[in-house]
């Protein structure tokens, strides 16, 4: 912690002097903010990234985050289900077929803050309402090395709303299926010059069933979820050409599971601070710190689903992050720009379970946790040296720490201990790089190429939180090496009309030491999963030798008079590669080879629009044997929205309007499914 505070102390020293000495040489004008980052670089075109926009991120008929995010092609979590219904820890983000992980393979930003959990590297998806949100960034491939490690599949940015995305006053209420309600409500307006908002969401729902029809018994009953959020903004002047952003988010999310003894919850706190220097020396300081808390029991089923026992429960989960990020852009000219900085992120925390059941008391209790740091820095050079031509590359050197693991155990009855166990300290070095070429040789093709290389440490939870799924037992391994990425991709981009774009892209990676779910057949098992039901698995998570994978990412909008319409597919092959075991040559878990998604828009000015979305996953294996298949979901999803007129308007909107059924899980005979169809209706005014 000190080590990084330093750190954060120090790179938010220089930019104050930076920040000084610009206010010192500006000219008198026009203060404008925008609550934004830095401008693109122009080295941006060379990699293949998409753009959300507020107007899809606001008429997407589940309103959640990650499903919007479905329309990027390549985009998947670890589980199909959303942040209603799934477990938490499973909600990882990833892309190109980089998954068998819940942890998240693809770096997300929120105005430049990562949003993994620092203890567990998934996304809480329910903190992060799309209507606070004034646009989405997804970059596919990894090795973004501006932003800090974790972009091993790619970088996803999400950019807060600005000034000119949010009205004064909005509200609504939307109720739905089974007896779900949907309330958000905002201010925004001027503020010392700049702007700012507040804003909280709230949403309650008494769940369905998750097990389907034919494989539940009498123990399965509704998932319930009950969530929250609240969100401040503000962004203003400190000097000329130089603004200050200070952000703070406080969340819950309560779900269970639909058996007894399964209930979790995550609470939530964050808060940044960042300076934008947008003069003639460009920078941007950031400093941030998190704060999260997880709870999760877990219980085993007998076979006729009449009794649930409980086995596991993580009373608290504990984790806080810690971080910062500098960058400098020096003036080099309009056809050269460059960027250098540093960056760091501190990770803490714990879990803390009891577990050994009997007759449903608990008789021992565990603590393992430990400490993680990465502190680094970076140069990335765009130049455009001939008229259609942009070259960009860059690199960085990060350094390392896992520090402080331990794992007790003890009897809690008379507290006396059983075992403490403390895992070496380990450090090391990961240089990673990108470099990228952009080309147009007519005005409407512009041909791109880029490489990469970037890298992953371990989360706290892969190194040392345990869980249980129905009878099937997941240990933690203390001793995980970080994951690696390289990768190359190439494409084209056409652009013949203004309305009318289309995009292709084929890409290649290969995931070393990729941290898998790996099921023990060997003499281990019993040593590392004691007291497991004969029908349960063990798996320990590995370090898998690599998961290469290959594919092609198509996409396109076209947009006629009012109306819009925008369509994606992603090709992904992925295979392990482990020779001498029994993975070699499978397909990492939970992931599909082809996913697709389309949306039809209407939306004339002032009168009745509507949107139609078809949302398309192909078949993938449910476990790494491959032994398991989720069988394929094709979805439609819709919504209307008709103007009353002074700001207020209805609204409707359909989930999986024909209840498909979105196969999520497999343990044994039971089958676990994916939201099925959930009307709402709405009053909304703006």
């Not at 000084?20 to 934004?36: L, P």
């Not at 070429?437 to 290389?453: C, E, F, Q, V």
Request: net charge positive.
């Amino acid at each position: 912690m000190k080590r990084c505070a330093a750190l954060v102390l120090i790179l938010l020293a220089g930019t104050a002097a930076r920040a000084e000495d610009e206010s010192a040489s500006a000219s008198s004008g026009e203060i404008v903010v925008t609550g934004a980052g830095l401008a693109r670089p122009p080295g941006d075109a060379a990699y293949d990234s998409i753009v959300i926009d507020r107007d899809q991120l606001k008429q997407d008929a589940s309103g959640r985050l990650e499903d919007i995010l479905r329309d990027a092609a390549g985009f998947e979590q670890f589980r199909r289900s959303d942040s209603r219904s799934a477990q938490p820890t499973s909600q990882g983000a990833t892309l190109r077929g980089l998954g068998g992980n819940a942890s998240s393979r693809a770096l997300v930003l929120l105005d430049g803050v990562p949003q993994t959990d620092p203890f567990g590297g998934w996304i809480s998806w329910a903190a992060l309402a799309p209507t606070r949100l004034g646009m989405v960034r997804v970059t596919r491939g990894g090795g973004s090395g501006v932003y800090g490690p974790g972009a091993l599949a790619g970088t996803i940015e999400l950019e807060s709303a600005g000034p000119t995305d949010l009205a004064p006053l909005w509200a609504s209420l939307d109720y739905g299926s089974r007896n779900s309600v949907d309330a958000q409500a905002g201010v925004s307006g001027t503020l010392g010059g700049g702007f700012g908002f507040l804003a909280g969401s709230y949403a309650r729902g008494d769940g369905f069933i998750p097990i389907t029809r034919g494989t539940r018994g009498p123990i399965d009953g509704r998932a319930p979820y009950r969530q929250g959020s609240v969100a401040a903004r503000a962004a203003f002047p400190v000097a000329p050409d130089v603004e200050l952003q200070a952000n703070g988010l406080a969340f819950y999310d309560h779900r269970t599971r639909g058996i007894p003894y399964e209930p979790n919850a995550t609470t939530g706190a964050d808060a940044s601070l960042r300076l934008i220097g947008r003069g003639r020396w460009g920078f941007e300081a950031l400093a941030y710190t998190q704060l999260r808390k997880f709870t999760s029991g877990f219980a085993s089923v007998n076979a006729a689903r009449t009794t649930a026992t409980a086995t596991l429960d993580q009373y608290d989960v504990p984790g806080t992050g810690v971080g910062g990020h500098l960058e400098v852009r020096p003036p080099l000219g309009d056809a050269i720009q460059l960027r250098l900085g540093s960056d760091a992120r501190q990770t803490q925390g714990s879990t803390r379970e009891y577990y050994m059941f009997s007759a449903g008391v608990p008789s021992n209790r565990r603590i393992a946790g430990g400490r993680t740091l990465t502190a680094g820095g970076f140069a990335e050079l765009s130049a455009e040296p001939a008229s259609g031509l942009t070259l960009t590359a860059g690199g960085r050197i990060d350094r390392w720490w896992i520090d402080d693991g331990s794992l007790r155990t003890s009897v809690i009855a008379s507290r006396a201990p059983i075992a403490t166990t403390h895992y070496p300290n380990r450090a090391g070095w990961k240089p990673t790089g990108r470099a990228g070429i952009a080309w147009k040789p007519a005005s409407a093709i512009t041909l791109r190429g880029a490489g990469y290389l970037g890298w992953r440490l371990p989360t706290l939870n892969e190194l040392y939180r345990p869980f249980r799924l129905g009878n099937d037992s997941t240990v933690a391994n203390a001793a995980l090496k970080p994951e690696t990425v390289k990768g190359v991709d190439g494409g084209v981009d056409w652009d013949p009309l203004p309305a009318l774009h289309l995009g292709a892209t084929v890409f290649w990676n290969r995931l070393d030491d990729a941290i898998s779910n790996v099921t023990v057949f060997d003499a281990t098992r019993d040593a590392l999963c004691p007291g497991l039901v004969a029908t349960g698995d063990c798996i320990q998570r590995r370090n898998v030798r690599a998961v290469e994978a290959k594919g092609v990412e198509l996409g396109g909008r076209l947009s006629f008079g009012d109306w819009r319409l925008a369509a994606a597919y992603s090709f992904a092959d992925p295979h392990v590669r482990a020779p001498g075991t029994s993975l070699d040559g499978l397909r990492p878990a939970q992931t599909p080879r082809h996913q697709a998604s389309a949306t039809l828009g209407w939306q004339p000015p002032q009168r009745l629009s509507a949107a139609l979305t078809l949302r398309y996953v192909g078949p993938q294996y449910e476990d790494d044997q491959n032994s398991e298949v989720l069988k394929r979901a094709l979805t439609l999803d819709a919504s209307a929205r008709l103007p009353l007129g002074h700001g207020f308007a209805v609204t409707a909107r359909a989930e999986n309007l024909a209840n498909a059924l979105v196969e999520t899980a497999i343990t044994g005979p039971v089958i676990e499914r994916a939201t099925p169809r959930t009307l709402w209706i709405g009053l909304h005014y703006n």
